[in-house]
């Protein structure tokens, strides 16, 4: 069983979530948030993100991870902010030695409802219908990060389909 957890990045709110494939499908772990409050400063808002990043991969021990990429937005300052939360994640997988991917939400759609224009809501969906859950995972930010997991599971399986041709 290989396990992927997927992490959407962002300063107030990091989602993440964690899944298995084996030869049956994709199965639910974990997922949730990391909430970090407007009022700390930026630097106390990294720390927290950084070890509870470590905190996760501790406890769950991942074999691969996905990050979404960054893609610039026209608020700079989020697009910053993000970028931060980024780099601490970053550096927790790179500091537990987990593999890391990173992919767009044009690739994130495209893998998880096989269209890259697809809205929120139909993402959401087929998360829940992949991973064959009762109802969507909320909140938003969790959900997201499962599609990127999602979307690792499927390129990983693609990736290796290639390599033995």
């Known amino acids: 069983m290989n396990s992927v957890l997927g992490i ?4 107030a709110t990091t989602g993440y979530g964690l899944i298995s494939e084996s030869r049956n499908g994709l199965e639910l772990i974990s997922y949730g ?8 400063p930026m630097e106390k808002r990294l720390q927290i993100i950084y070890k ?15 990050v979404e990429k960054l893609f610039f937005q ?14 601490v994640i970053l550096l927790a997988l790179a500091e537990r030695d987990i593999k890391c991917a990173e992919y767009t939400p044009l690739e994130v759609k495209q893998a998880v409802t096989g269209y890259g224009v697809a809205n929120k809501k139909q993402v959401q969906i087929m998360v829940q219908a992949l991973l064959d859950l009762p ?5 938003d930010d969790a ?3 499962l599609a990127i997991a999602i979307c690792h599971a499927h390129s990983k399986r693609i990736n290796d389909l290639h390599s033995l041709s």
């Not at 509870?52 to 769950?60: A, C, T």
């Not at 989020?78 to 970028?83: F, N, R």
């Not at 109802?135 to 909140?139: C, L, T, V, W």
């Open 33 to 40: 948030v990391i909430s970090t409050s407007p009022d700390l």
């Open 74 to 87: 026209r608020n700079v300052t989020t697009a910053i902010s993000v970028g931060q939360a980024r780099g």
């Open 52 to 66: 509870r990043m470590i905190e996760i991969i501790d406890l769950h021990q991942p074999d691969s991870c996905a």
């Open 143 to 145: 959900s997201d990060a």
């Open 135 to 139: 109802e969507i995972p909320k909140p």
């Open 8 to 11: 959407d990045p962002g300063t």
